[in-house]
């Protein structure tokens, strides 16, 4: 890991820890739960909020008003509302999804449950994904909430991460693996 990786996970640990104690005292896990993931959604979705959080062109209080109100508006828990405020307060915010990670795992591990990734060839029906997520269940022994994403240049079949363990059953990687083995006859 590199050093402001490494810096940055150290400092979104540390506020993750707080804001999930808090939330568990309070008994608003579920709570929390979907703050996150509102916050992930927003993230994702919106290169301005990215800015942000990221650019030193903003001054602490440009960033504490416009995550403020940004979270106000997604309704927010108070507690997220106010670390987000005091995470501006400090420059903290580029912190944000390392934060987001910290907490998704912290949440995950009171739930039991273990975060697959998943890519697939082409988007995967409803079925197909409880289907997975029973099948790695049987295998891990935890409940498996699936994180998915679509890569068509798989051709297809499926590459499922889970924890330290990779399978890989795309066509692509059979392809390649052939390709080796010819390579080496030859």
């Known amino acids: 890991m590199s050093e402001p990786a490494s810096i940055s996970g150290g400092i979104a640990a540390r506020y993750a820890t707080a804001i999930f104690e808090l939330a568990k005292e309070g008994k608003s896990l579920k709570a929390l739960e979907s703050d996150v993931d509102a916050l992930d959604a927003a993230m994702a979705e919106s290169a301005d909020l990215r800015d942000v959080i990221s650019s030193p062109v903003f001054s602490r209080d440009q960033q504490s008003a416009a995550i403020t109100a940004v979270a106000k508006k997604m309704n927010l828990g108070t507690t997220m509302v106010n670390t987000l405020g005091l995470m501006a307060s400090k420059r903290r915010l580029f912190v944000l999804p390392h934060l987001i990670t910290a907490l998704r795992e912290r949440i995950a591990a009171e739930k039991g449950e273990v975060t697959a990734d998943v890519t697939a060839a082409k988007a995967m029906t409803k079925a197909q994904q409880d289907k997975l997520a029973k099948t790695l269940k049987a295998q891990v022994g935890k409940d498996v909430k699936i994180n998915l994403a679509v890569d068509e240049t798989l051709i297809g079949g499926l590459v499922v991460k889970v924890g330290s363990q990779m399978i890989d ?18």
């Open 169 to 186: 059953t795309s066509i692509k990687a059979k392809l390649n693996s052939l390709q080796n083995a010819m390579k080496e006859v030859g």
